[in-house]
């Protein structure tokens, strides 16, 4: 059973920045897709950033390339969304998440492992 820690979350300024930390325990055969996702109540969840674990390939959303950078630690089993040049509207419940893919990409639906969430908020 693979369990899944969020950490890191907190208030800042508008331009500031923060980094998110996942700690992941329970078999890695389960967790081919690892990713960050968000949201904010009354919308859906979105995907932020994710990569594939086996291939290293990354993918991240329009709203946050260039700011946001996924990244991992395999010595620590832990996983790190840097977030630098927070916007109000990344302010958000983020959320780690995990799972194994069954096609080449890794989709929404390959998420089955979810952590408990930690919140950013970003104040103009």
């Known amino acids: 059973q693979v369990q899944l820690v969020e950490s890191g979350g907190g208030s800042v300024q508008a331009g500031g920045s923060l980094r998110l930390s996942c700690a992941a325990s329970?078999?890695?055969?389960?967790?081919?897709?690892m990713g960050w996702f968000r949201q904010v109540p009354g919308k859906e969840r979105e995907r932020v950033a994710s990569?594939?674990?086996?291939?290293?390939?990354?993918y991240y959303i329009d709203s946050v390339k260039g700011r946001f950078t996924i990244s991992r630690d395999n010595a620590k089993n832990t996983m790190y969304l840097q977030m630098d040049g927070l916007k109000p509207e990344d302010s958000a419940m983020y959320y780690c998440a995990a799972g194994r893919r069954v096609i080449l990409l890794c989709r929404d639906m390959d998420y089955n492992y979810w952590g408990q969430g930690t919140q950013v908020t970003v104040s103009s």
């Open positions: 329970g078999t890695s055969y389960s967790t081919s897709c």
């Open positions: 990569f594939i674990t086996t291939t290293g390939s990354t």
